[in-house]
Nanobody, 117 residues
Framework: QVQLVESGGGLVQAGGSLRLSCVAS????????MGWYRQAPGKQRELVAR???????TYADSVKGRFTVSRDNAENTVYLQMNNLKPEDTAVYYC???????????WGQGTQVTISS
């Protein structure tokens, strides 16, 4: 069983930065795609960024150039560096692990990110 634990959320002003962390209980990055998702009130959960086992990354258009996903294999940790934050980035952010071609099978508990204007 894989457990994912996020941290790093909080309240910041627009234009500020936050770094989210997601620690996995076991070493899975070599076979799982690690994604950061977010869900704002009244909206569907959306994929924000993802890092593949090989290290390639993808981003939602809304965060390109502002967010960076990375990982530390030795620490079993995935990061989401978020810069130039906007009020519309306010959401609960979740870390998830997925095998290729299937929906995520493991989710973290989520961390709240709130951006004030």
């Amino acid at each position: 069983q894989v457990q994912l634990v996020e941290s790093g959320g909080g309240l910041v002003q627009a234009g500020g930065s936050l770094r989210l962390s997601c620690v996995a209980s076991v070493s899975i990055f070599s076979i799982y795609f690690m994604g950061w998702y977010r869900q704002a009130p009244g909206k569907q959960r959306e994929l924000v960024a993802r890092i593949a086992p090989g290290g390639s990354t993808t981003y939602a258009d809304s965060v390109k150039g502002r967010f960076t996903v990375s990982r530390d294999n030795a620490e079993n940790t995935v990061y989401l560096q978020m810069n130039n934050l906007k009020p519309e980035d306010t959401a609960v952010y979740y870390c998830a692990a997925a095998r290729l071609g299937v929906a995520p099978g493991y989710w973290g508990q989520g961390t709240q990110v709130t951006i004030s204007s």
